[in-house]
């Protein structure tokens, strides 16, 4: 039998744990031994909500939709924030406390079986990886709302049999919903293309643009490469060989003008630069373009 948490269930929150000589039915039913839950519920603002397990044998999916808790396994210590999902695996020593001033809300299910670990992989999750941020996801709610739906059946074999398929369908959507949260933070190509415009008199770095979405530099560059099939500092340098030439075409300034207005105080270099672009020198370009 799962060793679940003592914290008190208050009214608004649910714990249901399923009884030893049922969970040995599910073992062995055709439809059900190859993944199936032993407990799950749904606990609101959970203060003082707290757990220390040096044995355990289950897999514990939780999916925090508000608030925070401070999590340890293996030694390692989390902080897990409103919409971040929790895989603690099997075997895992671990122990988590709930935010005295801001507790966590919670949706959590224990489970286990010989898919367990296969469902593990597909989600996303490993050895160095036990959170993912995923945000709020309502079709994840409702399919964890779902294993609720054995509630006063009395434990009998259909309504079993439909909340481990119901278990099932939860750890499939997962994936779905990663993809989802990636698809959200995706680069805004139009904030960034006007900050680059606004910007061509300075050397932008590709840490400041990937700052302006909140991802990473080089999950950054990815994005914006596959987006527009070119890296984002060659597209800013591509703008700037562009402003050059307008300036050589309309102006009379110097190209060591020109490249001071851009952000280069070594026209030489961004003489190559140009080049490299255009296909010929500045003074070429010029001398082509203007007779």
């Known amino acids: 039998m799962t060793r679940t948490s003592q914290w008190p269930v208050p009214p608004d929150s649910i714990r249901y744990v399923i009884p030893g000589p049922t969970i040995g039915t599910l073992s062995r039913h055709p439809l059900t031994r190859d993944l199936y839950p032993l407990a799950f519920g749904h606990y609101r603002r959970a203060a003082g909500h707290h757990m220390h397990r040096e044995q355990h044998n289950d897999h514990l999916l939780i999916y925090c939709t508000d608030g925070q808790a401070f999590l340890n ?12 999902l929790v895989l603690i695996p099997a075997g895992s020593t671990h122990r988590y406390t709930a935010a005295p001033d801001n507790p966590w809300t919670i949706h959590w299910v224990h489970y286990t079986g010989p898919l367990a670990d296969s469902f593990r992989d597909y ?5 160095d990886c036990h959170i993912q941020a995923i945000g709020r996801q309502p079709r994840l709610l409702v399919d964890f709302n779902g294993l609720l739906s054995v509630q006063q059946t009395g434990f009998r ?6 909340v481990a398929n119901r278990l099932r369908q939860l750890l499939a959507g997962v994936p779905l919903a990663v993809d989802q949260m990636a698809d959200t933070r995706q680069p805004d ?6 900050f680059m415009r606004e910007n061509l008199n300075e050397r932008i770095t590709l840490g400041q643009l990937a700052e302006m979405t909140g991802l990473s530099p080089t999950h950054f560059a990815t994005c914006y490469r596959e987006a527009t099939g070119v890296s984002p500092i060659q597209h800013f340098l591509h703008l700037k060989v562009e ?11 110097s190209f060591a003008s ?11 270099y961004f003489s190559r ?14 001398h082509s373009h203007r007779h």
């Open 123 to 127: 989600m996303g999750f490993s050895a």
């Open 189 to 194: 190509l139009e904030l960034i293309d006007s």
């Open 258 to 268: 020109i490249s001071r207005m851009l952000g280069y105080d070594d026209s030489y």
């Open 157 to 162: 074999t259909a309504g079993l049999v439909h």
């Open 73 to 84: 396994i293996e030694d390692r210590p989390f902080t897990v924030n409103a919409g971040d």
């Open 273 to 286: 630069l140009f080049k490299k672009v255009m296909g010929q020198a500045p003074s070429d370009y010029r």
């Open 243 to 253: 402003r050059a030439c307008q300036l050589l075409d309309s102006s009379d300034h």
